[in-house]
């Protein structure tokens, strides 16, 4: 009996991969990797990891803080913030239900939301159709879409993104 079922599982094994083989090479070859991925699971992260690098944080719709953000990652904030947030860089996105009173310094700001506070961005702010800036922007680019509210001044400088880039 110990037999009959490795000679059972032997030949399903070897039979299944040259039937695709001879369909096409890269249905074989996109074969192959899915069973060693289906065989060890955390195997299909690792070549993610390249984009995984850049780590990220979000703060949930349910959060109030009051006090200075700072931070070494991308942050996406849905609640409210009372106070300065420092990224050293990173992006910061304003959800959509997000309500920020903060002077914030960022490589790039994208609002959802409403921002009540000067901007800092080294590479870029959009303002998008719902957002909200009261305050001014220094930034190297900045789109507005339609629809979007904006009030207080902008100093549009190409070279901070030229100079955090080399």
């Given amino acids: 009996m110990w037999n009959k079922q490795q000679t059972q599982t032997q030949p399903q ?7 695709l083989a001879q369909a096409s090479p890269a249905a074989s070859a996109a074969a192959s990797p899915a069973s060693v991925i289906a065989f ?3 195997a ?3 070549p993610a ?6 780590s990220s944080a979000r703060l949930g719709s349910g959060l109030h803080i009051k006090g200075q953000l700072t931070g070494t990652e991308d942050l996406q904030i849905d609640g409210k913030v009372d106070g300065p947030i420092s990224l050293n860089g990173h992006q910061l ?18 609002v959802y939301g409403k ?6 961005a080294k590479d870029r702010v959009d303002v998008k159709t719902d957002g909200s800036v009261v305050g ?5 680019r900045i789109s507005i879409e339609d629809g979007a509210h904006f009030k207080g001044r902008i100093e549009i400088d190409p070279a901070k993104s030229q100079s955090s880039k080399s």
Avoid: C, K, Q, W
Wanted: charged share 10%.
């Fill in 40 to 42: 060890g699971a955390p």
């Fill in 136 to 140: 001014d922007i220094s930034t190297a």
């Fill in 49 to 54: 990891t390249p984009t995984s690098t850049r």
């Fill in 93 to 110: 996105t304003v959800g959509p239900t997000a309500v920020l009173t903060s002077e914030i310094h960022a490589g790039e700001v994208i």
């Fill in 115 to 120: 921002v009540i506070g000067n901007l800092y």
């Fill in 13 to 19: 094994a070897p039979a299944a991969p040259p039937p």
């Fill in 44 to 46: 299909a992260p690792r």
